[in-house]
């Protein structure tokens, strides 16, 4: 007998008839002989419709009763789930992410697992019924509360149920076919990746391909987890997402797809003096707040003043609280001002076998310069480069990206169901 885990997005319960035909489909694996624990996301788009209606109640919703009312999604579809399961006559039992046994830090809104005990899921199977278990989130021990993992944090809650209960494959069910080489909501003509290595996939994801959340990716990296994405929508095969074996050669294409991401700002910090042991100040400054800051550039100062500019990238929702840091700051750095910008985007370029391939950035470059963007900062790593442009011209970076690179597909990829949002 196997166990599987299956994770469905909320992109494939979003109303009562989905709920239904997903509850055919566990009912499904179950009777072909398999343990089934099911993870469930929030209906459709509850999740932004909550954080919406928070905003309006107040602009500062967070921590703790933001997490409370969060959490109020995936106990919804949880529960029809299971009761949609029982009426085709297979026992079901829902479970919150306390009750299942997910156990995280005290940091509300982006916590990390510390411990999955999940004693009643297990008893449940045991007792031969499906169990559901809400995703995105845990309890925190020493506060006693509810906590959620991050947006797209389901994803995260399948991978750790599957590594704590031993399961032979975590299957991640979404709106299309598997992973592409680009978003095809985007690319049209991007293509399914039938396999990827954990490695690529983690630089995707980290590069906004949302299809995978990059905690779930590296948690089933650290684990072992088998992590096969495919559509809930029909039966085609999907992505598998491997962990090759030390030693163990894999074919590995020079790149394997492109992805961009709306959801960073840029801060300049202008005028600060080109002396040693400033960077190292201004960045304890922003570490404070603990903000995750990705691109870092500093121009050549000018000889005549001996002053320089630092850019870098963060995401937008801490783009006022490092700002503020800074500010607050300002006497004791030294610099003369700051600078916002929220209207970049970010193209990344995958591919593992980039480390032995020279002349990938001028490709990039080159494609880009073609259709006229501008790219105002580059970083690279062993398996990827990333630009920034202006957020308006994203879209069409990736697409001339993924055309020079030959990754365009002949068919049009199929997305079956979501808003995209
Ligand atoms: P779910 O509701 O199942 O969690 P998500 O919206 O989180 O679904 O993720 C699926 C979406 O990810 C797709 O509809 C697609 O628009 C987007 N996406 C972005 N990059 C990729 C990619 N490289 N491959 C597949 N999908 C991608
Ligand atoms: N419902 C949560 C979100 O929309 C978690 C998830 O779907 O993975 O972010
Ligand atoms: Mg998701």
Redesign the pocket.
């Known amino acids: 007998m196997s166990l599987i885990v299956q994770k469905y ?2 992109s494939s319960v979003a109303d009562a008839e989905s709920i239904k035909r997903v509850a055919k489909r566990i009912v499904e694996t179950r009777k072909a002989g398999n343990e089934v624990v099911v993870v469930v ?2 209906m459709g788009d ?3 419709e909550l954080v919406d209606l928070a905003n309006q109640v107040t602009p500062l919703a967070a921590g703790r009763e933001l997490d409370m009312l969060l959490t109020a ?2 106990r919804i579809s949880m529960a029809l789930l299971a009761m949609a399961i029982k009426s085709l006559g297979q026992e079901a039992r829902s479970y919150t992410g306390s009750q299942a046994g997910l156990i995280t830090d005290a940091k509300h809104g982006s916590a990390r697992i510390v411990d999955v005990s999940p004693t009643r899921v297990r008893a449940a199977l045991d007792a031969g019924a499906i169990a559901i278990v809400a ?2 989130q845990g309890f925190n021990r020493g506060t006693g509360d509810i906590t959620t993992l991050g ?5 995260t809650t399948a991978v750790a149920l599957a590594a704590a209960l031993n399961a032979d494959v975590c299957e991640i069910y979404t709106d299309v076919d598997g992973v592409f080489t680009a978003d095809p909501r985007v690319v049209p003509a991007a293509r399914k990746i039938d396999r990827i290595t954990s490695e690529e996939m983690l630089e995707l994801a980290a590069a906004g391909a949302k299809v995978l ?1 990059i905690r779930a990716v590296e948690y089933a990296r650290r684990h072992g987890v088998t992590l096969h994405v495919r559509s809930s929508f029909n039966n085609n095969e999907g992505t598998l997402v491997v962990n090759p074996k030390d030693g163990e050669s894999v074919e590995e294409p020079i790149i394997s797809g492109v992805a961009s991401d709306l959801s960073e700002a840029k801060i300049t910090i202008v005028g600060v003096p080109d002396v040693p042991g400033k960077a190292a100040q201004i960045f304890t400054i922003v570490a404070s707040t603990d903000a995750n800051i990705d691109m870092i550039v500093q121009n050549v100062s000018t000889a005549a003043t001996g002053l320089t500019d630092i850019s870098f990238t963060l995401p937008k929702s801490d783009g006022g609280t490092v700002l503020k840091a800074l500010e607050d700051n300002k006497a004791v750095a030294g610099f003369d001002s700051l600078q916002y910008d929220d209207q970049i985007g970010k193209l990344a370029l995958v591919g593992a076998g980039m480390r032995t391939n020279a002349g990938v950035s001028a490709k990039l470059f080159t494609a880009l310069f073609e259709a006229g963007i501008n790219i105002e900062m580059i970083s690279t790593s062993e398996i990827r480069i990333s630009v920034v442009t202006r957020a308006d011209t994203i879209n069409e970076a990736v697409r001339v990206v993924h055309s020079a690179f030959g990754l365009d597909g002949d068919e049009e990829a199929q997305v079956y169901g979501g808003t995209g949002r």
């Open positions: 997005g909320g996301s929030a509850t999740t932004d999604g995936e995703g995105f947006r797209g944090g389901s994803d959340y």
